[in-house]
């Protein structure tokens, strides 16, 4: 007989985040508010304004002149190695030593009794140095001679330039992508208390404590065991706290052993856009070969990145873009090529999708070529291309798509948007309309989910079950807002059947869980659940043996029911049985591990298995641009997301609508410029457009797909949700490109760069005006 007794918050039901309350009353405790110890220090940076220098000297004689300065921190203050390179390539100095290499490069920090002092005295150093040529984008790079930060990758399958040869229809271009800020509402800060010995904690916001201990412990030069890293939560992150935090975690650790008392460092927004990296602007040149049906034959795309003046994540970032360049569509002949190109430009780094965004459009564009050059509809070019039926499942990487359900998700989203007959409304409407056009597009995605660096998918997990029934949770993911505890503990909660409330989610730190992996690649719930579902099995493992013992059962008898055990014929309150257990000197703490099955990489030959599987989803938007100004609003969006079996039907809504939020904000609004100085001009709120609630789509339905469930054997069969759907922003710019091309009765591609600004817009309505 099936229990009637429920328990709160397990897996597969809405919950509400477990922070979200006092997120909104201010009673969420972030680093900032960490109460300070006496005689706590504040750091500040002293960067670079200029891009490519000698660097001669520094005159700090104003700087230490200024009451309330304790002292100054330069490269020859680093007891350790002066390296803060998350790839080990010894390229991102914490300070340098010789060379400046972008406008906005600290070059040295002040540490004062106050964080206003530390400001206001670092501006009055005075550095010399000698100037040299600069190249701050992609191709200025290349044209220059500039280096690759690190090894290129190429993916290849099939014979690309027979493919060529042979087609019937070629069409070749170039696509520029510009990159985008974090825009996190809690900026970079740490906070560093000395310990006795070599040791030190560090407070702080970061996706990957485990990297911020052996970064500090690196400068420092200690082993990691000395260093402690803690993170409560974070105030958003999107891959800005992946490695750039390492920086702000190095000065505020030396600084704090160095005068033997805590320091915290927190830039203000200006600083922090200035001197941290971001999403990694591209240009893409692509050539495709395709057929009188619009069926593509063969693809050759180049993919050159602004990587800034070091490594960082650049290597991974470009190879995932190349990945992800196929996105839903099977290429027969392939040959794509990164260019991670060295600029003098900060040194860009992780962002939500992680170089798989400027992939996927690619493949868009791509497809948008041959409608045009078709005359057909783009999304009968993109169902012709769709990977699917015999021998057409092979990835350029040659992985197999195995679990592809984009055929009937698409046709679903296609039917409840009432696609078709808007499309045709849409065209009839612009016939009419001279100043306002409309444009409708509805792009699909396939996204990777794992990390492609194969030994980051491991994790661990920590489960105490206290005597009194109550539990303690802890797993080395961290928490930025997305729900990963909320989710994690509902996993928890759900195995032991109790209640959610009976479960403390405490902060990610190193003490209690080594070695964690960054929360990234979407990857946080199926790493750290899985872990956090081990310990358990584990505990319970030991618990359904006591209890096949004391009572004389066997074990298959002793079942967990909501909030009680039952042993036989036996039911326990489960804090009396957890009781029962402890007097009986059992176990009741579990470290759990998991590491993701089936996956493999060899990058030298570009071929194997990155992902462990694959999470879709498709997006349909109307817009209305105005001809006159190029100024344009979102008046409707559809999206349909896969999602596996939901953990949290309600927090992955949300990571949904938040994703397409900021990949529209991507192509649209968030535009980076620098001068020709190389200094970054729209580096604060004012000058630096993110989505408003004012730029949500006028109609906005979102959806999961409820039938869904993963194939492979995932935290409760669910997908990851972070970074899939940021890819479907892409639709706002295809339904642009629509209502643009209508000016010259879609004969023509209009080819927008993005981001897509009404400036842009404008420019290409003129242009493809003066070409008609």
Request: hydrophobic share 40%; with cysteine; aromatic share 8%.
């Amino acid at each position: 007989m099936k229990d009637t007794v429920s328990i709160t918050g397990s897996a597969h039901t809405d919950r509400i985040h477990d922070s979200a309350i006092k997120h909104v009353t201010g009673a969420a405790d972030y680093t900032d508010d960490i109460a300070q110890p006496e005689g706590t220090l504040h750091a500040y940076l002293g960067v670079s304004d200029v891009a490519h220098a000698r660097l001669l000297g520094i005159d700090f004689a104003e700087v230490l002149a200024t009451p309330g300065v304790i002292g100054i921190l330069t490269a020859e203050d680093v007891p350790g190695v002066n390296d803060i390179s998350p790839t080990g390539l010894n390229d991102e100095p914490v300070f340098p030593t010789d060379l400046i290499q972008f406008h906005g490069q600290p070059l040295f920090a002040v540490i004062a009794e106050s964080r206003d002092i530390a400001r206001r005295a670092a501006a009055r150093a005075r550095v010399d140095y000698e100037t040299l040529p600069h190249a701050l984008d992609p191709v200025a790079a290349m044209d220059a001679g500039y280096p690759h930060v690190t090894a290129p990758l190429k993916l290849e399958r099939g014979a690309v330039g027979p493919a060529f040869a042979a087609a019937k229809h070629r069409v070749s271009g170039r696509l520029t992508l510009g990159g985008q800020d974090h825009m996190y509402l809690e900026g970079h800060i740490a906070f560093a208390i000395p310990g006795e010995d070599d040791d030190v904690i560090v407070h702080c916001s970061t996706q990957h404590p485990s990297e911020a201990q052996h970064m500090v412990a690196h400068v420092l030069g200690v082993p990691s065991n000395a260093v402690v890293v803690n993170v409560r939560r974070m105030g958003g992150g999107f891959g800005g706290k992946e490695s750039q935090m390492n920086l702000f975690c190095a000065v505020a650790a030396i600084a704090a052993k160095k005068w033997n008392r805590a320091v915290k460092i927190r830039p203000d927004r200006d600083q922090d856009m200035i001197a941290t990296g971001k999403r990694h602007d591209f240009v893409i040149d692509y050539d495709v070969a395709f057929d009188d049906a619009g069926r593509i034959q063969a693809v050759q795309g180049s993919f050159a990145a602004r990587c800034g003046f070091s490594a960082d994540l650049s290597g991974p970032v470009t190879d995932r873009a190349l990945f992800h360049a196929d996105n839903a569509y099977f290429y027969p002949n392939v040959r794509l090529d990164s260019h991670p190109m060295k600029t003098n430009t900060v040194s860009n780094t992780a962002f939500r999708g992680f170089g798989g965004p400027q992939g996927v459009i690619a493949a868009e564009r791509i497809i948008e070529e041959i409608a045009y050059a078709t005359g057909q509809d783009p999304l009968d070019v993109r169902k012709a291309n769709f990977y699917g039926g015999e021998g057409r499942n092979l990835t350029p990487y040659h992985q197999e798509v195995e679990d592809n359900i984009l055929d009937r998700l698409v046709s679903e989203l296609e039917e409840s948007s009432a696609y078709r007959r808007r499309r045709q409304e849409i065209i009839a409407h612009n016939q009419t309309s001279p100043v306002l056009k409309k444009g409708i597009a509805l792009t699909p995605v396939k996204f990777g989910i794992s990390f492609t660096a194969t030994w980051y998918n491991q994790a661990g997990a920590l489960v105490h079950v206290y005597n009194d029934g109550s539990i303690h949770l802890n797993h080395g993911g961290t928490e930025m807002g997305q729900g990963l505890n909320t989710k994690v503990a509902q996993v928890v909660a759900e195995a032991f059947q109790v209640d959610f409330e009976r479960i403390k989610i405490t902060r990610t730190t190193t003490e209690k869980v080594p070695n964690t992996s960054a929360t990234a690649a979407s990857s946080g719930t199926d790493l750290n659940g899985m872990a956090a579902l081990n310990a358990v099995e584990q505990i319970k493992a030991r618990l359904v043996a006591f209890a096949a013992e004391k009572w004389n059962v066997a074990p298959e008898e002793v079942r967990f029911l909501p909030n009680r055990v039952q042993v036989g014929d036996t039911e326990l309150p489960f804090d009396a049985f957890i009781k029962q257990a402890y007097l009986a000197r059992v176990q009741l703490s579990a470290a759990g591990f998991y590491k993701t099955p089936k996956i493999h990489w060899d990058r030298a030959r570009g071929m194997g298995r990155p992902f462990y599987y694959y999470a879709y989803g498709a997006a349909c938007s109307e817009v209305t641009i105005d001809t006159l100004t190029g100024e344009y609003r979102v008046e409707r969006t559809d999206i349909l997301h896969d999602v596996g079996r939901s953990l949290n039907p309600a927090l992955d809504k949300g990571q949904v609508e938040g994703a397409f939020i900021q990949g529209m904000g991507w192509l649209t609004t968030e535009e980076l410029w620098w001068d020709d100085k190389g200094q970054l001009r729209t580096h604060a709120p004012s000058t630096y457009k993110i989505p408003l609630a004012s730029d949500r789509p006028r109609v906005f339905n979102v959806n999961l797909a409820d039938w869904s469930e993963n194939r492979e054997l995932t935290i409760k069969r669910s997908k990851a949700v972070g970074e899939p759907p940021f890819m479907l922003g892409i639709s706002v710019l295809e339904a642009l490109s629509m209502a643009v091309a209508s000016v010259a009765d879609y004969r023509t591609c209009p080819r927008l760069d993005a981001p897509a600004t009404p400036e842009r817009v404008l420019m290409a309505v003129e242009r493809l005006r003066g070409e008609g």
